[in-house]
Structure formats: C-alpha cells, structure tokens
C-alpha cells in the first residue's frame, strides 16, 4: 500500500512520491508535502520549458529560473508556459 500526503498544490490527500525526488531539505519538503500527481505534472511542464525556451542546464540562470517556476507551479500559482504549446485534450 502506497503512502499519502497533503498536497500543497491539490489541497487534498493523494499519493506520496516514493523517495525525495532532489537531494537535501527541499528534496525532503517535496516528498513530504507534494504528491505524485503533482511531482509528475511539474516534470511534464519543466520538460516543455526547457525544451521550448531552449535552457541550457549547465546555465546557473536557467536553473534558478526552472526552480522558481517550480515553487510557483507547486504553490498553485500561475507559471510561464512554453509558447504554442496545446494540450492534448484540446
């Protein structure tokens, strides 16, 4: 049986992720007040930044700039967006 938490972005009880997904207290933050569901979203949305705004990671800037928009995005506020991008269901 997999484990729960009190999501931060769902406000509600939903799957914990297994382990921390980065290492230190802000890996152990996201494992005990993010949910998988959410965990999974963010990574969906960090890929198509990347991707879209062409980040390169090495880039302390571009980081900084992903870790933002992912305290945002796990905060329940509003993100960038990669430009022309249409969701599926759409």
């Not at 297994?18 to 802000?26: D, N």
Request: net charge negative; with cysteine; charged share 30%.
């Amino acid at each position: 049986m997999s484990s729960t938490v009190f999501c931060r972005k769902y406000q509600q009880e939903l799957e914990a992720l297994p382990f921390p997904p980065l290492p230190g207290k802000k890996g152990q933050d996201i494992q005990q007040n993010v949910s998988k569901k959410a965990w999974e979203e963010w990574q969906a949305l960090q890929t198509r930044l990347i991707n879209e705004k062409h980040l390169n990671m090495l880039d302390p800037e571009a980081r900084s700039y992903l870790n933002e928009q992912m305290g945002r995005f796990l905060d329940n506020r509003e993100t960038d967006q990669a430009e022309g991008y249409i969701p599926r269901d759409q």
